[in-house]
């Protein structure tokens, strides 16, 4: 259970849904009908819940969760085997479950993840938000992507993969603070270890083969990205909000993690971007 602060109460797994319903905050439609709907978070690599605490805590709204994939600081369900179709089906899953149209937020891998979730279910998503997730034909795999792609390589990465390294990493090369850099590697198990590896090795085309339908998604989209990401270049968020009939990106001064930097502009676009869909009765 993550601690609740302004974001309101957050499940790592999204077992309380329910529960979160309870204290949803109201949007309208064009008639003037109260509808409820919450937000959903999801994490990328190498992630948890936890990537969203500073954003939740900055949030005004007090039906937000952010939820754990399978692997990511919680169990995988049996025979479930990491893959890209795997996480888009557990995320329907569970979107299916909440039993109504939610505001839909993906950072890196959750971006590409929720916005297929988008694509394939338009009914299930009330408006998307993601950034820093390439999802482009033209997009190639960042250096320790393709290691980890590799079945020789990416195996002995992550037997000798060393927390200290890796976090030293994470500041010097991705501006993670610190403090929440040893946090994310601390949590970086065997697990999930092999839930990256298995991620990874499904996508190896993941552009060209979910991109096309990006025109199948209905809901009002923003995208959001930090224009010192090294990994996933800002150029590849203009693409995206075009293929999204979005507005401009809403360019962030951050490295790969503005969720970790910037927080508090992260959660002023998204409260922004929902209270406009509402506006406009999405």
């Not at 601390?186 to 085309?205: C, E, F, H, N, Q």
């Not at 075009?242 to 490295?255: E, G």
Request: hydrophobic fraction near 40%.
């Amino acid at each position: 259970m993550c601690p609740a602060g302004r974001g309101g109460s957050v499940t790592s797994s999204g077992h309380s849904v329910v529960s979160a319903l309870r204290a949803r905050r109201r949007a309208f439609d064009h008639y003037g009908e109260g509808l409820l709907m919450p937000a959903i978070l999801i994490h990328g690599v190498p992630d948890t819940h936890h990537v969203w605490d500073g954003v939740r805590r900055r949030l005004t709204r007090t039906d937000v969760e952010a939820w754990d994939l399978p692997g990511f600081g919680t169990p995988r369900p049996d025979g479930f085997g990491s893959t890209k179709e795997e996480y888009v089906d557990w995320l329907v899953e569970r979107l299916e479950r909440v039993g109504e149209p939610v505001d839909l937020v993906g950072h890196d891998w959750g971006c590409i993840l929720t916005l297929r979730v988008a694509c394939l279910r338009p009914d299930l998503v009330r408006t998307w938000a993601g950034g820093d997730g390439p999802l482009d034909a033209g997009y190639e795999w960042h250096p320790l992507a393709k290691i980890w792609q590799d079945p020789v390589e990416g195996d002995r990465y992550m037997a000798e993969l060393e927390p200290e390294s890796f976090t030293h990493g994470l500041v010097g090369g991705f501006d993670v603070p610190a403090d929440r850099a040893a946090e994310m590697i601390g949590r970086v198990d065997g697990t999930m270890k092999d839930s990256i590896l298995r991620l990874y090795r499904s996508a190896l085309t993941v552009g060209a083969e979910w991109a096309p339908e990006l025109s199948r998604v209905a809901a009002p989209c923003l995208v959001f990205w930090g224009v010192r990401d090294p990994a996933c270049p800002v150029g590849f968020a203009d693409g995206l909000a075009a293929a999204l009939r979005a507005p401009d990106p809403v360019r962030i001064d951050s490295n790969h993690w503005p969720l970790l930097e910037r927080p508090a502009e992260v959660a002023a676009a998204l409260e922004a971007h929902w209270d406009t869909a509402a506006d406009l009765g999405g």
